[in-house]
């Protein structure tokens, strides 16, 4: 059951950092791979059955809900491994599994896990989510859809009462924000003719991300085009008309990013969350949304465009990279933490780092951490500024660990595109 009767706000987890800043920065829910059989197999750094409990226990006591991946192709010598990979959930206590083939549906209904239907499916009308009504709880619907489908779905929910297997209406999941593939839903064939790495088994070569050229194979002219990189479109991004969403009936919203970096994870939810929350107090407001919009493109994103939902019928094409505004410099690792001073230290591996300058802390326990130095000491000693080999300490509340690494944050350079295009 979802903790409230607000939009549920759910996070990528692939890694141990961005699963804690997941939890930090407001998360509802988190998703997240184990070894196989999910679709970022080889894109993220999947945990392992081992630490299914740990996983489960870190949220449990935030109360955050875990949702286990389990949605690529299945072939049968795959079927004892979904097996395990079911039972090894069941035994840690994960609050539902995402499926897209109908064998661990039913693998997972035998358990008694709760089934979310994942957007691999395609569900694109109330018929076919029905159908689906019989084994899960939640559906995500297709990428495709406009809002004004996904609303009517939704009515339909309520008007003819459809109920998942918990007896309670279905709820409907949507994708928010994040990378957008150029097939349907996420069902590409392309890596697997070009590579034979399939895409839908979790091992995508991201050929649309790549630059092609056009040519007429009988005359050998090649044909000129306004832009090279027309398979890779910009990044979801529904923000801007997130009351629309919520108006639409949508339950779940889920943030895609499970390759990206931990700061990507702490700030894309942090923004969601605090609209999220001003869509029931209030304080909804464009200045605000604004805001929003220049911090998420801090960090990577390949530009933004609200997708399908508002009709529109072609896509948006960027160039690969991030668009990010801003971006991370390396400085060095824990040292030392001293908890009745609150005080860090770090030794400095890399590049220097000077009283001012904005930081980034990052770690699998503490999770994500962005400050302003506002004073520091250098070997013991009162300083302004530290070189490579020198020990720096700060003072920062939350705990610091020897496995967490300290980056500098410093602007990009300027581009045509800032990534901020709605």
Not at 9 to 24: H, N, T
Not at 96 to 117: P, Y
Request: include cysteine; charge should be neutral; charged fraction near 25%.
């Amino acid at each position: 059951m979802r903790k409230s009767d607000k939009m549920e706000l759910m996070a990528p987890a692939g890694s141990w950092e961005a699963l804690q800043a997941a939890i930090d920065n407001g998360a509802d829910s988190v998703y997240f791979g184990v070894e196989q059989l999910n679709m970022r197999a080889v894109s993220s750094i999947n945990f392992t059955i081992d630490e299914l409990p740990e996983i489960v226990n870190r949220c449990q006591h935030y109360g955050v809900r875990t949702y286990l991946t389990l949605n690529t192709i299945v072939y049968d010598h795959d079927l004892l491994v979904a097996k395990n990979l079911i039972s090894a959930a069941k035994d840690a206590g994960v609050s539902a599994v995402i499926v897209a083939d109908q064998a661990v549906m039913f693998m997972a209904r035998e358990a008694g896990l709760e089934v979310h239907i994942s957007t691999q499916i395609n569900i694109t009308n109330i018929e076919t989510l029905k159908f689906y009504a019989s084994f899960a709880d939640t559906m995500v619907l297709s990428r495709e859809l406009s809002l004004r489908q996904v609303k009517y779905i939704t009515e339909q929910i309520e008007k003819q009462q459809i109920k998942g297997p918990s007896g309670r209406l279905v709820e409907v999941e949507v994708f928010g924000h994040g990378a957008l593939c150029m097939a349907v839903s996420g069902m590409c064939h392309m890596s697997l003719h070009t590579y034979n790495s399939s895409a839908n088994r979790g091992a995508c070569k991201q050929n649309c991300r790549k630059p092609y050229l056009v040519i007429d194979k009988e005359s050998g002219i090649e044909l000129e085009i306004d832009n090279e990189y027309i398979m890779s479109p910009k990044d979801l991004m529904v923000l801007d008309f997130l009351d629309q969403v919520k108006d639409a009936g949508v339950k779940v919203l889920k943030i895609e990013g499970r390759g990206r970096a931990p700061e990507y994870v702490a700030t894309t939810i942090r923004v969601y969350r605090e609209a999220i929350d001003s869509l029931y107090d209030g304080s909804f407001t464009q200045d605000r949304i604004e805001k929003w919009i220049n911090d998420l493109a801090k960090v990577y994103n390949r530009g933004f465009w609200s997708g399908y939902y508002l009709g529109r019928k072609l896509g948006e094409w960027t160039t690969p990279g991030s668009h990010a505004t801003q971006k991370k410099i390396y400085i060095g690792k824990g040292w030392h933490y001293y908890p009745k001073a609150k005080v860090a230290e770090f030794k400095v591996e890399a590049f220097d780092i000077k009283t001012g300058d904005k930081i980034l802390i990052t770690g699998p326990t503490t999770g994500v951490i962005e400050m302003d130095i506002e004073e520091m000491y250098v070997n013991d000693a009162p300083g302004l500024y530290a070189k490579k080999g020198d020990i720096v300490s700060i003072k920062i509340d939350k705990k610091i660990r020897p496995a967490d690494k300290l980056y500098k944050l410093v602007s990009s350079q300027p581009q045509e595109s800032c990534g901020v295009e709605l």
